[in-house]
């Protein structure tokens, strides 16, 4: 565990009383401090999404109708073309038609942005959005 260092922050009042409505409506477990922690995490993960050669962790999530001709099989050819990045998946479905995929993937930023794209390329999938974070290094 890393040493915890105070600084002094330094802000216009009305960007303050915006930010303490944030760090209440994270609940009673977050203060200013956590919540400005989160804040400096989520924009170092971005930084390192930037970086092509950085391992990240991505999860796809994408919503399809199965009905779509092909559509389901041809999201498993993407996904089984890159089974060594692809760690796991989920399949959910949603109602008489609409499926969700849920699918959680590790390597290097180039390559998880390369076959998200691929599978969000797919024709058929209504929408999608991939989140990413890292292995840890300085979580
Ligand atoms: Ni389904």
Do not use: Y
């Amino acid at each position: 565990m890393s040493e915890l260092v105070r600084f002094s922050v330094a802000m216009p009042d009305d960007l303050l009383m915006q930010f303490d409505n944030l760090v209440a409506r994270r609940g009673l477990a977050k203060n200013r401090s956590e919540v400005i922690r989160d804040l400096v995490r989520d924009a170092l993960v971005d930084e390192e999404w930037d970086n092509p050669d950085q391992e990240i962790v991505g999860t796809l999530s994408i919503v399809f109708n199965h009905h779509a001709s092909d559509l389901q099989n041809k999201l498993d050819q993407v996904q089984h073309s890159h089974h060594d990045k692809i760690i796991s998946a989920m399949h959910i479905h949603l109602d008489a038609h609409n499926c969700l995929e849920v699918i959680a993937m590790r390597g290097m930023s180039e390559d998880i942005r390369f076959i998200a794209d691929s599978i969000l390329g797919v024709k058929g999938v209504k929408h999608g959005r991939l989140t990413t974070t890292t292995t840890g290094r300085f979580l």
